[in-house]
C-alpha cells in the first residue's frame, strides 16, 4: 500500500527559509509526478508545485515562483521543497500527493496522500 510521510515543517519568521520533505514507500514512486498543496485554516487546499516524473520539469503556482523550489530523488523515493523568503500568508499545512496524470495541478487528480506537515511563518 502506497504511503507519504511528509517531513521538515516547523516555525520561521518571515524571510526566513524552511525546507518540507515528502517520503514515498510502497509504490513505484520514479512513475508518478510529484505535488505540493498546501492549506490554510478556513481555506481550499492550493497547489503549490509539482515535478514530473521522468525529466523532473517542475511548475509551480504564481505566488510561490522565484522563492520555492522542489526537486526529486527516485533513487531515494523522496521529494524535496525548498522554501525561501517565506511569508506569513505562507502559513499552513503542506502536503504531498501523487498522481498519474501527467503535470496534473487538481488535487482531485491526485490519488495518494500524505498527512501533512505544518509550516508557519511568523510576522
Known amino acids: 500500500q502506497a504511503q507519504l510521510v511528509e517531513s521538515g515543517g516547523g516555525l520561521v519568521q518571515t524571510g526566513g527559509s524552511l525546507s518540507v520533505s515528502c517520503a514515498a514507500s510502497?509504490?513505484?514512486?520514479?512513475?508518478?509526478?510529484v505535488g505540493w498543496f498546501r492549506q490554510a485554516p478556513g481555506k481550499e487546499r492550493e497547489f503549490v508545485a509539482l515535478i514530473a516524473p521522468s525529466d523532473s520539469r517542475a511548475d509551480y503556482a504564481d505566488f510561490v515562483k522565484g522563492r520555492f523550489t522542489i526537486s526529486r530523488d527516485n533513487t531515494k523515493n523522496t521529494v524535496a521543497l525548498q522554501m525561501n523568503a517565506l511569508k506569513p500568508e505562507d502559513t499552513a499545512v503542506y502536503y504531498c500527493a501523487l498522481t498519474g496524470l501527467f503535470r496534473s495541478r487538481q488535487p482531485a487528480s491526485y490519488t495518494y496522500w500524505g498527512r501533512g506537515t505544518q509550516v508557519t511563518v511568523s510576522s
Open positions: 510502497g509504490i513505484f514512486f520514479e512513475s508518478y509526478t
